[in-house]
């Protein structure tokens, strides 16, 4: 195992961003959300956000929020998404390492680590990074799987050994996991 396995939970599982209590997480101080874009908010095949996600954005920043993108992909896709909502943005973030998550810190100061929540649909990338990077992660289901790049299926693949060791040593938290398995 690359890293420890208590770094591949995340604090809570959803089906879609659009089943998150935000209002929750706004109770429970957080202010900033970092997400991530492929497969998370749209698919690899789509450029823009749709109708419902830009009310989303918007009920989210109604709320306080504010929203950073951070993706792993390159600067012309996740800035041409980012700027649909004015939002700042990292592309290139290289997560699950640190150097996207302290690029974030500095756009959001005062703001500290327990201020920030990101949202993600990798283990591998998302939950990992934020994980190791010391802040809350919450993971929603992929949205379209046949659109993945080749190394996201690889991915994939490693995450199914990851969760089933934790199915192993960490059945509670486990028990999250299974709204990935429900039909949308």
Known sequence: MLFKLKNYI???????????DYNKLYEQGKRIILM???NTLIPYCKDYPTEELMLLFQKITNIGFEIIFISNNHKRRVESFSQT???KFINNA??????GYKKALKYVKPYGRKEIVAIGDQLMTDVLGANRFGIDVILVKPLKRVTEKWYTRLNRRIELRILNKIKKYYPKEHERFEVLDEKV
């Open 36 to 38: 991530d874009i492929d």
């Open 94 to 99: 290289m997560k699950p390492f640190k150097k």
């Open 85 to 87: 909502i004015n939002s």
């Open 10 to 20: 995340p604090n809570d599982v959803f089906r879609t961003v659009f089943d998150i």
